[in-house]
Antibody, heavy 123, light 106 residues
Framework: QVQLQESGPGLVKPSETLSLTCTVSGGSLSRGSFYWTWIRQPPGRGLEWIGYVYHSGTTKYNPSLNSRVTISVDTSKNQFSLKISAVTAADTAMYYC???????????????WGQGTLVTVSS | DIQMTQSPSTLSASVGDRVTITCRASQSISKWLAWYQQKPGKAPKLLIFKASTLESGVPSRFSGSGFGTDFTLTISSLQPDDFATYYCQQYLSFRTFGQGTRVDIK
């Protein structure tokens, strides 16, 4: 079955760019009508949807983060990536990648999820 | 933006109890709602999508209902493995999560 795994630096300095990659295994990122998604969760708090990319490269972002976020896809590596620019301490969070299933036969929901990777913004 | 509001924020219950969590959308989202369970240190797990469709492998004691703006997640008989935090999420427009409901032991 499809599995997702996040990777990237666990520590980022304020004002710099956070970069993470999600590697998809057990299936092709290019197959099916799925949105490849990033979600984050600050310590002790709730979940925040960041945005998604389709295998064609089409993206959609949370309006609250839109100006700082870029999500891209590399179908040759079966990976998709997240970049958040000009980070502050408020961007400290567990970052998850997940598959969004908007169409038949699933009609919704994020599944599966990666295990998550903690990113701390600190000097 | 569509806002999602869950209630209660925390719920104390005992094994065997029937538990109900409510989620309200700031505007109609039709049936485009999912529910997740999250345990400490773990990624969320999808329980229900399209408001009432049980994800494969999820125990039948979980059920979802609602349409439009008001939705509920019900656990018919709470089991020890069910103590966790539950989130609703809309997917009519962009994606938004509720703030979560923690179910702990009474």
């Amino acid at each position: 079955q499809v599995q997702l795994q996040e990777s990237g630096p666990g520590l980022v300095k304020p004002s710099e760019t956070l970069s993470l990659t999600c590697t998809v295994s057990g299936g092709s990122l290019s197959r099916g009508s799925f949105y490849w998604t990033w979600i984050r969760q600050p310590p002790g708090r709730g979940l925040e949807w960041i945005g998604y990319v389709y295998h064609s490269g089409t993206t959609k972002y949370n309006p609250s983060l839109n100006s700082r976020v870029t999500i891209s896809v590399d179908t040759s590596k079966n990976q998709f990536s997240l970049k958040i620019s000009a980070v502050t301490a408020a961007d400290t969070a567990m970052y998850y990648c997940a598959r969004d299933r908007p169409d038949d036969p699933f009609d919704g929901g994020f599944d599966p999820w990666g295990q998550g990777t903690l990113v701390t913004v600190s000097s | 933006d569509i806002q999602m509001t869950q209630s209660p924020s925390t719920l104390s219950a005992s094994v065997g109890d029937r538990v109900t969590i409510t989620c309200r959308a700031s505007q109609s989202i039709s049936k485009w709602l999912a529910w997740y369970q999250q345990k400490p240190g773990k990624a969320p797990k999808l329980l229900i999508f399209k408001a009432s469709t049980l994800e494969s492998g999820v125990p039948s004691r979980f059920s979802g209902s609602g349409f439009g703006t008001d939705f509920t997640l019900t656990i018919s008989s709470l089991q020890p493995d069910d103590f966790a935090t539950y989130y609703c999420q809309q997917y009519l427009s962009f994606r938004t999560f509720g703030q979560g409901t923690r179910v702990d032991i009474k």
